[in-house]
C-alpha cells in the first residue's frame, strides 16, 4: 500500500469523508491544483467536497508528511543505536499520532546528562532492577555491592538506582497516559499577579486575571490568550495542575510498588519524585502547548472569517470617487479618482479647527465635484471623521445623487507606507496615498485590501499572540478563496490582486501587468497563453476565475472554464442559436435537458453549474452597498446615556462578542450574553462585519473608556 492510499484512508476516517474522494483530492493537489480549482471546476472527481473540506484534507496531508518525517528520524535514531526490534519498527511504522509516537521514542532520545544516565554510568542500574522486583528483603545490604568509586556508601547507591527509577517511570507510556488522563479530566489554570509589577501601569488591563483559576477545558481562547500575553510581559505566572496531586501520585504508585515492603517503600518514594520532578513538568508543558494550540487555532479561525467577511464587503462599483482622509490640525487630504481608481487630484482643505477656513473648503469641494464628475464620497472613520461627514453634507447642498460613505481606515497608514503604495505611487506623499486607499476601499473592498497585510486592517483578536506561520497559512488561504469566488477583471487587476488568482503569484501576475502594457487590454482568455510563463498547467487553473467583460466571446466574463466552452456551444448548435442567445434569453435555457451533455468527463454538477452561470454570467456573489447614518446626538462618549437607542456598525467580532462603531471614537461592546434574546453559540449566529444594527447603551465606564451595549430586543 503506498503513501497516498494510506493518507487517503487515515484522511477519510479523521474527516468522515469518502476514501475515493479524499484520494482523488490528493490526487488534484500533488498535480499541483489548488483548492479554488478543485472546489468549483473538479466536483465529479472530488464529489462535490467544498473548500472548506479540501482545506481540510490539504492540512490533514501536511501533518502527516510532517509524521512520516518523524518516524524516518525515530528509525534511524533507535536503528543507529542498535536497539531496534521488528516489534518496535512495526509499531512505529503504523503510528500516526504524533504524541503516541513522541512517547514511543521517549527512552531512546539522545539528552543532555540526567541524574539516571550518572546514575548508569555508576553501574547502578542493576540495583535499580533489584528494587524493581522488589524482592530483597534488606536493600542496603544488596546495595553494599555497588560501593566504588564515586558511589560512597549504601545510600548513594540506592539514591542512584531511584533516579534510574524515576526515569524509567516519566518514560513509561502508562504514566505518560495516566497522567494526561488526569490533565483532560481535572486540570486547573491558575493566574497569579507577579507582586513586582501588580502595581504597574502595564498591569492594569490584566486586573481580572490576577487571581483567576478555571477547569482547563473550560477556559475560552481570549481569556487564554490574554493570561498567555500577560505572562510574556512578566505580570502574570501561570500554572496548569491536577485538582488532586496525592490522587495522581496514589494511581501511579499502584503500577508499579507490589506491597509495603523495604523495597516497595523506595520504589514509591522514586515513583514519587518522578511525578514531582519530570513527569508532572513535562505534562504540564505539553498541556500548556496543547492548550495554546488550540486557542491559536480557534482565533485564528475567528480572525480568517472577519477577513473573509472584510474581502466580501459591498463594493460601490466603477464609480467616480472623492476620497477623504479626516483630520483637525493636518486638515483633511482630499483625492478625487476616477472610476477605474486612477489619481486625478488631490489637495489639502481645513475646515475644522484651529485653522478653521470652512468656507474656503467649501469652495473647493464644490470645485472638484464639478470638475471631476464625483459621483459618491468616501470618508475614512478615524480622527475627525463625524465632523468631517457633517461639513461634507453641508457641501453638497445642491448637488443631489451623490451619496456618503464612512469607511474603514484601518490598515491605510501601513499601505501608504508599503512598497505597493510606493510603487503605485512614487511621486505622493503618504497622505495622499492614504486618501486613495479610503476612496479604492468603497469602489471595491476586496481589490484594496490584498495590497494590506491582513494583521493590519484590525479585524482580529489576539493575531499578534498566536503561530504566525498557521496565521499566514490561514489568511493567504481565505485571501486566495475570496479572490477566486469575486473573480478577476483581467484588463483592470492589480498585480497584487492578480497573484492571489488561482495557479498565479507573483511573477505571473508581473508578467500579465507587463503584457498588457505592451499589447493592450486582453480581448479574449485564449490570449493568456501568449503571457511568458504561463503554461498550460497555469492556463487551467487560472483561466476560469478571469473577466473580460467586452470580450467578443460572452463566456470569457463568465465562471465558466474553457474547457467547457464546447459543452455552451453544443447546447446552443443543439437549440439553433449563438451563446449569446443562449445567455440572454431563459426560454432557449428552458429547453435544455442538460442530463443529455453528461459523459464520463462530465457529470451533472458542472452542467449544473454551468446553467447557474449562464443564468447570471460574471455575477459578483456580493451584496449592494448601502448609505449608513449615525445618531445625531451623539458625538462623544460624554453624549452618551443609559437606555439608549443607538445606529452602529459592526467593526470586529470575537468569541465573546462583536464591536459596534455608534460614532462616538469609542467602539463599545455587545458581549455575546447581550446579542440575542435567546442563547446562541457564537456572535457570527447573529451578526456580521459591517452589519448595521441597532443597539442599546447599557454602561458607560468613562475611566476606563468602555461602553457595553446590547441588541435584545
Known amino acids: 500500500m503506498n503513501t497516498q492510499t494510506i493518507f487517503a484512508k487515515l484522511i477519510a476516517q479523521s474527516l468522515n469523508l469518502s476514501v475515493e474522494a479524499v484520494g482523488n483530492t490528493l490526487s488534484l493537489l500533488e498535480e499541483g491544483c489548488t483548492i479554488p480549482f478543485i472546489s468549483r471546476y473538479r466536483k465529479e472527481r472530488t464529489g462535490a467536497l467544498d473548500e472548506v473540506q479540501i482545506a481540510a484534507i490539504s492540512d490533514e496531508n501536511e501533518r502527516l508528511k510532517e509524521i512520516q518525517k518523524r518516524k524516518e528520524t525515530v528509525i534511524k535514531t533507535i536503528t543507529d543505536q542498535e536497539k531496534m526490534t521488528p516489534e518496535l519498527q512495526k509499531r512505529i511504522e503504523q503510528c500516526w499520532d504524533s504524541t503516541e509516537l513522541e512517547d514511543i521514542y521517549l527512552p531512546f532520545k539522545p539528552r543532555r546528562r540526567t541524574r539516571a544516565q550518572v546514575a548508569r554510568e555508576q553501574g547502578l542500574e542493576p540495583l535499580a532492577q533489584i528494587l524493581m522486583l522488589q524482592r530483597e528483603r534488606d536493600p542496603e545490604r544488596a546495595a553494599q555491592a555497588f560501593v566504588k568509586g564515586d558511589v560512597k556508601d549504601a545510600e548513594t547507591a540506592i539514591k542512584g538506582a531511584q533516579d534510574i527509577i524515576a526515569e524509567m517511570v516519566s518514560e513509561d507510556e502508562r504514566s505518560r497516559q495516566q497522567l494526561r488522563g488526569a490533565y483532560r479530566r481535572t486540570a486547573i489554570i491558575t493566574s497569579k499577579a507577579v507582586k513586582a509589577k501588580a502595581d504597574t501601569d502595564e498591569a492594569a488591563k490584566y486586573h481580572d ?106 463594493p460601490l462599483g466603477q464609480k467616480r470617487v472623492m476620497g477623504v482622509d479626516p483630520g483637525f490640525r493636518t486638515g483633511c487630504k482630499v483625492v478625487c479618482l476616477d472610476a477605474q481608481g486612477n489619481l486625478l487630484h488631490h489637495e489639502a482643505i481645513f475646515p475644522h479647527p484651529p485653522v478653521n477656513k470652512r468656507m474656503q473648503a467649501t469652495v473647493h469641494v464644490q470645485q472638484m465635484l464639478e470638475q471631476y464628475h464625483i459621483e459618491a464620497i468616501a470618508i475614512g472613520n478615524g480622527t475627525a471623521s463625524r465632523e468631517t461627514k457633517a461639513f461634507i453634507e453641508d457641501a453638497l447642498q445642491g448637488h443631489d445623487g451623490i451619496n456618503v460613505f464612512v469607511v474603514s481606515e484601518d490598515g491605510a497608514s501601513v ?201 447570471k454570467p460574471g455575477r459578483d456573489p456580493r451584496e449592494q452597498l448601502e448609505v449608513f447614518e449615525f445618531d445625531s446626538r451623539v458625538q462623544t462618549i460624554d453624549d452618551l446615556e443609559e437606555g439608549m437607542l443607538l445606529p452602529g456598525i459592526v467593526t470586529n467580532i470575537t468569541n465573546f462578542g462583536a464591536f459596534v462603531d455608534i460614532g462616538v471614537h469609542q467602539d463599545g461592546l455587545v458581549h455575546i450574553s447581550q446579542m440575542a434574546n435567546r442563547r446562541i453559540a457564537h456572535p457570527t449566529d447573529v451578526v456580521k462585519l459591517h452589519q448595521h444594527v441597532t443597539v442599546r447603551v447599557i454602561e458607560i465606564d468613562q475611566r476606563r473608556h468602555r461602553i457595553s451595549l446590547s441588541m435584545k430586543q
Open 209 to 314: 486575571y490576577f487571581d483567576w483559576h478555571e477547569p482547563l477545558k473550560r477556559c475560552s481562547s481570549h481569556r487564554l490568550l490574554a493570561m498567555r500575553r500577560g505572562e510574556n510581559e512578566g505580570i502574570l505566572r501561570l500554572s496548569i495542575d491536577p485538582i488532586d496531586d496525592d490522587e495522581c501520585i496514589e494511581r501511579l504508585q499502584r503500577h508499579y510498588v507490589y506491597g509495603h515492603t523495604p523495597c516497595g517503600d523506595l520504589v514509591a518514594e522514586a515513583v514519587e519524585d518522578s511525578y514531582k520532578r519530570l513527569l508532572k513538568p513535562s505534562i504540564e508543558t505539553e498541556f500548556a502547548n496543547l492548550s495554546k494550540e488550540q486557542a491559536d487555532e480557534e482565533a485564528i479561525r475567528v480572525f480568517a472569517e472577519n477577513l473573509r467577511q472584510l474581502l466580501l464587503g459591498a
Open 415 to 615: 499601505y501608504s507606507a508599503s512598497k505597493v503604495a510606493r510603487d503605485e505611487f512614487p511621486d505622493e506623499d503618504v497622505t495622499v496615498r492614504g486618501a486613495v486607499s479610503i476612496g479604492r476601499r468603497l469602489m471595491d473592498p476586496l481589490a484594496e485590501l490584498v495590497k494590506i497585510d491582513p494583521k493590519s486592517i484590525g479585524v482580529g483578536q489576539y493575531q499578534h499572540d498566536v503561530d504566525q506561520t498557521k496565521l499566514k497559512h490561514q489568511l493567504d488561504q481565505t485571501v486566495e478563496s475570496c479572490v477566486n469566488q469575486v473573480g478577476v477583471n483581467l484588463n483592470t487587476a492589480s498585480s497584487h490582486l492578480l497573484q492571489y488568482v488561482s495557479g498565479l503569484g507573483v511573477t505571473l501576475a508581473k508578467n500579465i501587468i507587463d503584457y498588457r502594457k505592451e499589447n493592450g487590454a486582453f480581448t479574449s482568455r485564449a490570449q493568456l497563453k501568449k503571457v511568458p510563463r504561463l503554461g498550460p498547467s497555469a492556463y487551467q487553473q487560472c483561466a476560469g476565475f478571469l473577466r473580460i467583460p467586452d470580450a467578443k466571446n460572452p463566456l470569457d466574463n463568465s465562471a465558466v472554464h474553457p474547457e467547457s466552452y464546447p459543452i455552451v456551444e453544443q447546447m446552443a448548435k443543439d437549440l439553433g442559436c449563438t451563446v449569446k442567445d443562449l445567455i440572454e434569453q431563459k426560454d432557449l435555457r428552458a429547453k435544455l435537458d442538460i442530463k443529455k451533455y453528461v459523459t464520463s468527463e462530465v457529470g451533472l454538477p458542472t452542467l449544473t453549474d454551468i446553467m447557474k452561470e449562464l443564468e
